[in-house]
């Protein structure tokens, strides 16, 4: 681990996006929607997503180092199927953070790419509903 670094655990809804738009595809061509239907799922691990690198500016904390990790791990969060993840958070370092820094609105929130928000927002919506049909018991009373 590089100086000034540290792995930790924090909950997504603390860390804030530093870009003002993601990619709807990540490199290895998976989607967003097919990244968060797999950590749903579990068919993919938690632990098997690299973590993402942090950094602390204006009190708050930033995403250097996985702006669309964030997205997904946000809607996780928002359902209750993840708490905290894993995070390198690192020292400061304006030069790599005013690279990245690109939101318009204190990294609050994302654009994506590729792919209209709210389709992405409705799919991510079908897959919950679906995990919970797939998921759900019946009582005896």
């Not at 540290?6 to 860390?15: A, C, K, L």
């Not at 690198?53 to 969060?77: A, D, P, S, T």
């Not at 792919?115 to 927002?121: N, S």
């Not at 995990?131 to 005896?140: A, E, K």
Request: charged share 30%; hydrophobic share 30%; net charge positive.
């Amino acid at each position: 681990m590089g100086n000034g670094e540290s792995v930790g655990y924090m909950r997504p809804s603390d860390i804030r996006f530093t870009h003002d738009s993601i990619q709807y595809n990540f490199r290895d061509g998976r989607t967003l929607t097919d990244t968060f239907r797999q950590l749903l799922r579990k068919s993919t691990p938690i632990d098997n997503i690299p973590e993402m690198e942090v950094m602390q500016y204006g009190g708050k904390w930033f995403v250097v180092r996985g702006n669309r990790r964030l997205f997904v791990f946000k809607e996780l969060e928002k359902r209750n199927q993840i708490a905290q993840v894993q995070v390198r958070k690192k020292n400061f370092d304006s030069g790599l953070f005013h690279n990245q820094y690109t939101s318009p609105n204190e990294g609050r929130s994302v654009r994506i790419r590729g792919r209209a928000r709210e389709a992405v927002e409705r799919e991510f919506q079908e897959e919950w509903e679906e995990y919970q049909r797939d998921n759900s018991y019946c009582t005896i009373l």
